[in-house]
């Protein structure tokens, strides 16, 4: 590093723990920046916010193609789906880390000089710690990106879900003064993040790239054999026109309608599919090696208890709701639900899990946007 550059990595905004250390080689002066006074330098210096934030990001993808990539090291196997976790949520975090597959010959040599055994995996091997039978919550705990509540004042806004409705909220809230908390189970993006391309957001031509991790053509693409099975009669009822041209026209992927998975066949792991098509009757056995169930969305709502949905379990708000869903807390208030509010006073549904949604990003970053109008409202009311 030259005189009048700036070191750091991308953990300074994260929080993670250090997991580097620089060397000085010749004399000089250092200027300590503390991480929180960074935040505040980059939150009102829009120009060198820009720069700093590339910098940090360009690091972080230089440091996951060297050595630095040994400062996490997870070994598991590709079928586990345990192991499968902590790799998303490594990739979700853009943590550095290094994959490790104990079924290869050359990895299960550092299994055994990590003292490490068929029963442990997966695991997480760091400097000065070795994780047994990991997951993705005891990592982040180790790390420090679990969260930590910093003071003993209530917040304004409890954000659950950092989806592009969640990301929405949660910027506006902050942006308008709200004290604003937001919580994830893996990391930002949600279902968005998972999405080999988002081509349906105005202002990217192109589309966005996401995480390429169960996308259909992104199988497909790596050479190999894809049967999409479809209960339906018509593949284009319930997916976007975008996302039907490119499975329709590309070579290695099979759509089979009116079609349903009635067997699967193996060993330890899935070797074989049968197919049975309504239609003609029939059924045929193909190798399959794996097996991806998208029929249908659940919202994950269970953990709201006492709050009104719909008979799909989706939540619902404002107009939808009835008297008959409003307790006698609404009473006390004097008021309806406003907008995106649900049965429970001061409780908002926005995103995939409000009945209605239309399930596309451009609408989710709207609704959590405008949700925050009404968390406004709502605060005015108490005061």
């Not at 479809?230 to 319930?238: F, K, L, N, S």
Request: net charge negative.
């Amino acid at each position: 590093m030259d005189a009048g550059g700036f070191v750091g990595e991308l953990n300074l905004l994260t929080g993670q723990n250090v997991y580097l250390l620089c060397r000085v080689r010749e004399g000089g002066t250092v200027y300590r920046v503390p991480p929180e006074r960074l935040r505040q330098l980059m939150a009102n210096d829009v120009e060198l916010s820009d720069v700093v934030f590339k910098a940090l990001i360009a690091r972080r993808e230089l440091l996951q193609r060297s050595t630095a990539a040994l400062a996490v090291e997870i070994v598991g196997t590709d079928r586990s789906a345990a192991a499968l976790a902590l790799r998303t949520y490594a990739a979700r975090q853009r943590l550095i880390h290094q994959w490790f597959d104990a079924d290869t010959p050359a990895d299960q040599a550092m299994m055994e000089s990590s003292g490490l055994a068929a029963e442990d995996l997966p695991a997480v091997v760091m400097p000065g710690v070795t994780m047994r039978q990991a997951t993705p919550g005891g990592l982040a705990e180790k790390l420090g990106l679990s969260y930590r509540r910093s003071s003993v004042k209530p917040v304004d806004v409890t954000i659950v879900g950092a989806g592009p409705a969640g990301l929405a909220a949660a910027v506006y809230g902050a942006s308008e003064g709200l004290d604003t908390v937001l919580l994830d189970a893996v990391a930002t993006g949600g279902l968005a993040a998972a999405s080999s391309r988002i081509e349906n957001y105005l202002g990217f031509p192109f589309g966005l790239s996401g995480a390429d991790l169960t996308d259909l053509t992104g199988l497909a693409g790596r050479g190999s054999d894809v049967s999409l099975v479809v209960r339906g009669p018509d593949i284009a009822a319930e997916m976007s026109a975008y996302l039907v041209d490119r499975l329709l026209v590309h070579p290695r992927v099979t759509v089979r309608c009116r079609s349903e998975v009635t067997r699967l066949d193996g060993g330890d792991f899935l070797e074989e599919v049968t197919i049975t098509d309504r239609t003609a009757d029939t059924a045929h056995a193909q190798p399959c090696a794996g097996l991806f169930c998208f029929i249908g969305a659940e919202p994950a709502a269970s953990w709201l208890t006492g709050i009104a949905t719909g008979d799909d379990g989706f939540i619902r708000t404002d107009v939808q709701l009835t008297d008959s869903d409003l307790g006698p807390a609404w009473a006390t208030l004097g008021r309806r639900p406003l907008p995106f509010e649900t049965s429970i006073p001061g409780v908002f549904a926005v995103g995939d899990v409000h009945s209605g949604s239309m399930k596309r990003v451009a609408a989710a970053t709207g609704e959590g946007a405008s949700a925050i109008a009404s968390v406004h409202k709502a605060i005015a009311a108490l005061a």
